[in-house]
């Protein structure tokens, strides 16, 4: 059993006073031989306690015996070691009160077999001993501005990597140390460098969580591959909106090799990835997808301003470059309304003649050189209340006279909330000086059209979920009620499933339960024709390809046959099927949809929304939320598919029935969530929305049970 753990000082870790290295060694190809000299050689303040019992000195420096040897204050032991002596190694840290250790070393569950066992070992050395530990596994930590470079491999090999106020925690230590020499030849900075490796202890959660609240940190990015917790994350994505400190996440394995077989439409349509979507969507969360991405968007929130809307304004000295950032705005949700009249006299009054004052506004190549006339009008177009923020292009920037440009843009920046963005229009080394004042200035500066508006776009897309963030808390369209489930897990008929449904006050369409040994005997029912006639059955879960549904039977006659002819082709399709009768339902109308919901391990009860009828599958337009929620949040999902137009009336047809189908998913999300212990999945599919006022009517759905678990001894 794992024994409680009180929360780490990172401080201890991230700012070690001392630092051991065990397995230090003078042999250059030996992992700790690495952290020696870079710690030693870059300028790293504390102390370094290499640990070998061959050697008496390394470098120049004492080598000891065994970690309980080592002087104190020591913060972080690097391990080194053969993957048989990590955990004793552990417990000697523990021993002489070493908080912190940073295991290089592999061999443990990503090669299986004994090195399953070995990391379970090392987990308990680590719960026993009060150590907290970073890998196995990884290549190590770097504190950028104190030069702790505690790690190994090229990414540790530049002593001149540039400090700032961003955060990296990766699951791949190789890659995300190759990405900040990317982003760090860009100009943009690093203040903290956390390799995972494979988070026997401390993990990317332990690490974005802290980084969060870090008040040196204003960006936080992160490589991710997975993660044990999916409610913790999203958590995380929350305190980061609460914040207003963005989390740069580079998410990898999205593929569908991981997902698992389902009985549901709901459950085989949700992956892995689509719950971190959903995830990443709710929270303080903006997902890259290259390292130019990651530059560009670090630039832009380190500007440290937010635009109020969707709103941008673009000034231009090149109709052409004003055309293609105006496309690009608008790939990336922005709008680009018209200048207010006031800004158009302004600019005319000051600006050449062939001018086009529109948005975007082309002051033309006569600008050229003109650089105090330029900041004006930029001055002119960032007062227009129409506009959250400016992005510029100014074609003619090179040379002396660039750097008098960029400080009077900086000065016109400093006097608005409103963040100014800068397409560059020359290449960077030329201008080097007024890159510099730009950024000492905090006003993002980017290479191309396309680049900028893509961080203007991820601006405001954080901006309006910082906006938009509600308390956790919600008003419930239901309180919880009692549901009669069997205990062994089975799956639940039509008819059941149905009755959980109207429990939580889910409309079902009006349908009859008729016991097979009752058929015969039945001579009328209280429907109104013509009917659907389904085989109820807990084993045949979709019964359109058992052969088990028949639709419009037009009569009471009609019924019996239909009846008798379904059941006959359910049992040739599953012989050993548990058929209890048949459900004869009205017929509905309606646009269909599908909705429904799952009980992910990682990330608890999910539920899902789009289009149904035969097509589900294949358009898959299917939006997701965590439940429970609130009608509100499930009106974002109806108008977030891109067919949202069918539910407000299209091309003459009436509006449908929103309010009806929100209230119908959040009591979907109060039912899954309310017995998530219960309950794998339901699959309402589909669901007829009628028109507005009519409501809507569960035509057929699917719940499947999870058994009741026998109390532990």
């Not at 294949?618 to 439940?627: H, T």
Request: aromatic share 8%; hydrophobic share 40%.
């Amino acid at each position: 059993m794992d024994l409680p753990r009180k929360d780490p000082e990172y401080s201890r870790l991230l700012s070690p006073r001392g630092v051991a290295v065990v397995g230090a060694s003078t042999d250059l190809a030996r992992l700790g031989s690495q952290p020696v000299k870079l710690l030693t050689e870059f300028g790293f303040a504390g102390k370094v306690y290499p640990v070998n019992p061959k050697y008496s000195q390394i470098g120049g420096l004492t080598c000891y015996p065994d970690v309980l040897s080592v002087p104190k204050p020591c913060d972080v032991a690097i391990i080194g070691t053969s993957s048989q002596h990590v955990a004793s190694t552990i417990r000697q840290c523990g021993q002489a009160g070493i908080p912190f250790a940073i295991i290089f070393t592999a061999g443990f569950r990503e090669v299986g077999g004994d090195g399953v066992r070995l990391e379970q070992e090392l987990k308990q050395a680590i719960a026993e001993s009060g150590v907290r530990a970073v890998g196995p596994n990884c290549i190590g930590i770097m504190n950028v501005p104190e030069r702790a470079y505690m790690g190994f491999g090229p990414g540790f090999s530049n002593p001149k990597l540039r400090d700032g106020p961003v955060a990296f925690v990766s699951q791949s230590g190789g890659f995300a140390f190759s990405v900040v020499g990317l982003v760090d030849a860009q100009g943009i900075g690093f203040r903290y460098i956390v390799s995972g490796g494979n988070e026997a202890d401390l993990s990317t959660l332990d690490f974005l969580e802290h980084f969060i609240d870090r008040d040196d940190i204003e960006v936080v990015v992160s490589y991710m591959e997975g993660v044990s917790d999916g409610r913790r994350l999203r958590s995380i994505g929350r305190r980061a909106l609460e914040k207003r400190k963005p989390i740069l996440v580079w998410k990898a394995g999205n593929s569908d090799i991981g997902r698992a077989a389902a009985t549901s439409h709901t459950a085989s349509m949700t992956a892995d990835y689509t719950l971190y979507r959903a995830a990443f969507r709710e929270g303080g969360f903006i997902q890259v997808q290259d390292a130019d991405d990651l530059a560009d968007y670090i630039r832009a929130f380190t500007g440290r301003k937010l635009p109020t809307g969707n709103r941008i304004g673009l000034l231009t000295t090149s109709g052409g470059s004003g055309v293609l950032m105006a496309d690009c705005c608008d790939d990336a949700g922005l709008t680009l309304p018209p200048f207010q009249p006031g800004t158009l006299d302004r600019l005319r009054s000051i600006m050449p003649a062939f001018s086009t004052f529109a948005n975007p506004a082309d002051l033309t190549a006569q600008l050229s050189g003109q650089y105090a006339l330029f900041n004006q009008g930029l001055g002119i177009v960032v007062d227009d209340p129409n506009v959250d923020q400016v992005a510029i292009r100014y074609g003619a920037v090179e040379g002396g006279k660039s750097l008098l440009w960029a400080q009077g843009l900086t000065e016109v920046a400093a006097k608005t909330d409103k963040p100014v963005l800068v397409s560059w229009g020359r290449p960077p080394d030329l201008n080097a000086p007024s890159l510099r004042h730009l950024e000492e200035h905090r006003v993002p500066w980017f290479v191309t059209p396309l680049r900028t508006a893509r961080a203007a776009g991820v601006l405001s897309q954080f901006s309006a979920k910082v906006a938009t963030l509600r308390p956790a808390n919600f008003t419930r369209p239901i309180e919880p009620q009692a549901l009669s489930l069997p205990e062994d897990g089975a799956a639940l008929g039509e008819h059941r499933s149905k009755a959980c449904l109207t429990a939580y006050g889910i409309p079902v369409g009006r349908e009859v339960f008729v016991p097979s040994e009752a058929l015969a005997g039945v001579s009328s029912l209280d429907l109104r024709f013509p009917v659907a006639v389904k085989v109820e059955s807990p084993d045949i879960p979709h019964k359109t390809e058992a052969g088990a549904v028949a639709l419009g039977v037009p009569d009471m006659s009609a019924v019996k046959t239909t009846a008798h002819a379904l059941l006959e082709a359910a049992r040739r399709y599953k012989p050993q099927a548990r058929i209890d009768g048949i459900v004869v339902a009205e017929m509905q109308t309606g646009l269909e949809t599908i909705i429904g919901g799952v009980v992910d391990p990682y990330f608890g009860p999910v539920v899902m929304f789009g289009i149904g009828g035969v097509t589900t599958e294949l358009l898959k337009e299917v939006s997701y939320r965590f439940a429970p929620f609130d009608v509100q949040t499930a009106r974002e999902m109806i108008e977030e598919l891109r067919l949202a137009p069918l539910f407000r009336g299209y091309r003459g047809r009436p509006p449908l029935d929103i309010t009806a189908l929100a209230d119908a998913l959040a009591r979907l999300s109060c039912l899954i969530a309310d017995h998530a212990d219960r309950i794998a999945e339901i699959d309402v599919n589909p669901l007829f929305v009628r028109a507005e006022g009519e409501g809507v009517a569960a035509a057929d759905a699917l719940i499947v049970t999870r058994a009741v678990q026998a109390p532990s001894p």
